[in-house]
C-alpha cells in the first residue's frame, strides 16, 4: 500500500538528487535553504508527511538537475539530521551521504558577535565547533561565543 | 620551553600558573637580580584601545628587567584606522620586536597570532572576551594574601557581562581544587553564556546573588569590579543599581577577618575612600603585584632563564 503510494509521486529520475528520511515537515525549508522555488526549470517531486517503511513519518524530496555543494550538504544536516541524500546519475545512486550534523564546520554561517575577529577584514574565515547537537549549540573557536537553536533557526 | 601566546588563561596549566607566581615572588623578593635579564630585547606594546595601568605596567615590567619598549596607544594613531589587517600587524611585529603585548577591541584574535606571528603575544586585554595577565596577577595576589588559591571562597560583583577581566578570573580559578564562587550582580549584567558553558566543563562551582550583604560572611575574597554608566541604555537604572553594588563599611561587619577586597582598578563609587585603610582593602597592593607578574611572563615567554 504504502509502496504504491510512494511511487505514485516519486519517480525515478535520471540525473539530480532524492533526498530521503526527512524529519516531517522539513522538505519546504530543504528548498528554501537550496534555492529551488517555482523558477528551478527542471521537475521537483516533494512529499510531505508520508509513511516510511518503518512506519514513521517522512518527508521526501526528489530534484532533478541538481547536484548538492559541500555547503549545501553542511546546511541541510543542520536542518534534517537523518536524512539521506543520494545523487543520481543515469537513474542510478552515484553516491549517498548520511546527513549528520558534524563535530566543527567552517564558513557557511557567521559569528553572532559583532567585534570577532572572523567577522573583520582578515585572511581568515568562520570555523565553529559543535558542542551540542542536541539542543544545537555551535561556539566560534575565535571569540569563544556560543550560539545557540533559537538564533541559528533563522540563519541555516 | 616554548611557550607561544598567552590569550587565554583556559590554554595555561596550573603548573605554569603556579610556576610564573613563583618567578614573580622571587622577583619581589629581590627585583635588582633582575635588572639586566632582558637587556638587548624589545618588547612593542600595542594598545589599539586606550589603557593607562595595563600598559603603564607592562613597561615599567620590560624597564626592570632591562629591556626596551616601543609602542602607541589608541587606535587612532594605529594604521588600523587606515585598514590594515590585525595578520599584516602582526607579521610586521615579528621583524621589529621579541615579544608583544596587544590590547584590541577585536576579539578571537590570539588564533590570528597562531598562525601569523611568530615572536611570542601576550594580551593586554581583547575586548569583552579576556585579560588574562590582569587575571594572573589576582590570582598571585590572592595566593600571596592568603597562602594559596585553593579551598577558597570568592564573591565576584559587578559587571561581570562586560567586564574582560571576569572570565580570565573564573578560568583560572577553574583550575585551583575546591573553589567556590558567588557571582553578585544585577541579572542584566550576569556572566556570559560561553563563560558559563566553560565553567561547567571544568566543574567550578558557582552560584549567583543580587546583594553582596547575603555571602560576605563566607568570603575569603571579595573582588569587586566597576558598573559602567555606558553599559546601561537607561541612566535611571545605573543610579539605582550604582548604590546597590557599593560596599559599604557597614556591611564589613560580618566579614572574615582575613578576608580581601581586590578590585582591578579604576574605580567609582564601588568601593568608597574611607575603606582604603582598613585591614580588607589589598587592591593597591594588586596593582603591584602586576608588575612583578608581568616581568615574570615577559621573562617566561622570552625563554629567559
Ligand atoms: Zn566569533
Redesign the pocket.
Known amino acids: 500500500m504504502n509502496e504504491d503510494k510512494n511511487k505514485l509521486i516519486v519517480r525515478k529520475i535520471e540525473n539530480g538528487t532524492v533526498i530521503d528520511r526527512i524529519p516531517p515537515g522539513k522538505a519546504l525549508r530543504i528548498l528554501e535553504v537550496l534555492g529551488i522555488d517555482a523558477n528551478y526549470p527542471y521537475t521537483v517531486a516533494l512529499a510531505i508527511r508520508v509513511l516510511s517503511k518503518k512506519m514513521s513519518l517522512k518527508d521526501v524530496v526528489k530534484i532533478k538537475g541538481k547536484e548538492l555543494t559541500e555547503n549545501e550538504v553542511h546546511k541541510l544536516s543542520f536542518i534534517a539530521p537523518g536524512a539521506s541524500v543520494n545523487i543520481i546519475q543515469n537513474f542510478e545512486v552515484q553516491r549517498k551521504i548520511q546527513l549528520e550534523i558534524p563535530d566543527h564546520v567552517e564558513e557557511f554561517i557567521k559569528?553572532l558577535?559583532p567585534n570577532?575577529v572572523?567577522n573583520s577584514h582578515e585572511p581568515i574565515t568562520s570555523s565553529f565547533d559543535i558542542i551540542s547537537k542536541k539542543p544545537l549549540i555551535l561556539r566560534?573557536i575565535?571569540?569563544d561565543?556560543v550560539m545557540e537553536d533559537k538564533y541559528l533557526s533563522g540563519k541555516l | 620551553m616554548n611557550l607561544e601566546h598567552l590569550f587565554t588563561i583556559r590554554r595555561m596549566s596550573k603548573n605554569l600558573m603556579e610556576d610564573i607566581f613563583d618567578l614573580a615572588s622571587s622577583i619581589e623578593e629581590k627585583p635588582d637580580s633582575f635588572a639586566e635579564k632582558c637587556k638587548g630585547k624589545i618588547l612593542a606594546a600595542l594598545f589599539f584601545e586606550p589603557s593607562t595601568r595595563t600598559r603603564l605596567s607592562f613597561e615599567s615590567a620590560m624597564l626592570r628587567l632591562g629591556g626596551q619598549i616601543l609602542g602607541f596607544s589608541s587606535a587612532k594613531v594605529s594604521s588600523s584606522s587606515k585598514g590594515e589587517s590585525i595578520a599584516d600587524t602582526f607579521r610586521m611585529l615579528n621583524h621589529y620586536a621579541h615579544i608583544a603585548v596587544i590590547r584590541h577591541y577585536i576579539e578571537?584574535i590570539g588564533e590570528i597570532a597562531k598562525e601569523f606571528a611568530t615572536i611570542p603575544m601576550i594580551s593586554g586585554g581583547t575586548g569583552t572576551q579576556e585579560h588574562p595577565t590582569q587575571a594572573l596577577l589576582d590570582l598571585y595576589t590572592i595566593r600571596k594574601e592568603l597562602g594559596k588559591v585553593d579551598d577558597i571562597t570568592i564573591g565576584i560583583m559587578g559587571d561581570l557581562l562586560y567586564g574582560r577581566t571576569i572570565p580570565s578570573l573564573l578560568f583560572g580559578l577553574a583550575k585551583y581544587d575546591n573553589v567556590k564562587v558567588h557571582l553578585i550582580s544585577p541579572p542584566a549584567l550576569h556572566i556570559r553564556k560561553n563563560v558559563k558553558l566553560r565553567l561547567e566543563e571544568n566543574g567550578l562551582a558557582f552560584r549567583v546573588t543580587e546583594n553582596h550583604k547575603e555571602v560576605i560572611d563566607e568570603l575569603d575574597v571579595l573582588y569587586v569590579t566597576r558598573l559602567q554608566k555606558e553599559r546601561f541604555p537607561d541612566p535611571t537604572d545605573y543610579e539605582r543599581l550604582k548604590g546597590a553594588y557599593q560596599i559599604r563599611k557597614s556591611d564589613l561587619r560580618k566579614a572574615k577577618d582575613s578576608m580581601i577586597i581586590l578590585h582591578p582598578l579604576p574605580r567609582v563609587s564601588e568601593i568608597p575612600f574611607e575603606l582604603d585603610e582598613l585591614k580588607y582593602a589589598k587592591y593597591f597592593d594588586q596593582a603591584k603585584n602586576g608588575v612583578w607578574v608581568r616581568m615574570a611572563l615577559i621573562l617566561k615567554y622570552l625563554g629567559v632563564d
Open positions: 559569528c558577535n570577532c572572523s566560534c575565535y571569540c561565543r | 578571537g
